[in-house]
């Protein structure tokens, strides 16, 4: 069973709260304003919480997970980009959920590489793994997962490449790194990288 709104929600706040930040600003919707609290930058978030799980503890390539999550995601075209989306997905498991902190720019060229990018609303699937491994499953066959995701002697075919979020996951470290470097245009920067594709 899915873990509620309210739960992803509080620790949503906790995990800002404990990296330094605060809330200023959160709308209905899951947008969020934070602050960071030693230099006052403030920057946008969406939380995208993953709406079905399936808590399956085998993939279908035969490996052990945690879960296999469902989102859908709203891809604003022609308007603003919050600076990071946060997907919240479910470790059935430890039964809380896991996050995936990646900035705008980077999910739209993950986007892109699958052809998704001219989408407004993108279904995803994530399979969550103990070994702190999450992949994006979406457009992989059962074949295919079967080739990159099952785990061999020096890993998986998929490591490194574009279905891997692993770097991103529970990585609230990566927030702090790209604020420092992030610019205030970080929506035209991915209007632009849309219109040159």
């Known amino acids: 069973m899915p873990l509620s709104t309210n739960t992803v ?10 990296n330094g930040y605060t809330i200023t600003f959160e ?9 960071n609290n030693k230099d006052f930058r403030t920057i946008s978030i969406q939380l995208v919480i993953s709406n079905s799980v399936d808590i399956n503890r085998q993939s279908p390539e035969g490996n052990e997970i945690y879960s296999m999550n469902y989102l859908h995601l709203h891809v604003p075209i022609g308007e603003p980009y919050p600076d990071f989306y946060v997907l919240a997905l479910e470790n059935a498991v430890a039964d809380r959920p896991e996050f995936i902190i990646i900035p705008s720019i980077t999910l739209n060229e993950k986007l892109f590489e699958m052809g998704l990018i001219w ?17 994006d499953i979406t457009n992989i066959s059962g074949e295919g997962r079967w080739y990159l995701l099952r785990k061999g002697i020096g890993g998986r075919m998929a490591d490194g ?3 891997d979020y692993s770097e991103w996951l529970d990585n609230w470290t990566g927030l702090k790194r790209s604020l420092s470097t992030l610019q205030s245009n970080t929506a035209k920067d991915i209007q632009a990288f849309r219109f040159s594709c």
């Not at 929600?9 to 800002?16: D, L, S, V």
């Not at 709308?27 to 602050?35: F, V």
């Open 9 to 18: 929600k509080t620790a949503t706040h906790q995990a800002i709260i404990e």
């Open 119 to 135: 989408k407004r609303n993108v279904a995803l699937s994530f399979l969550l793994y103990p070994d702190g491994k999450v992949f």
């Open 27 to 35: 709308g209905t919707d899951g947008y969020y304003l934070i602050k």
């Open 161 to 163: 490449s574009q279905y």
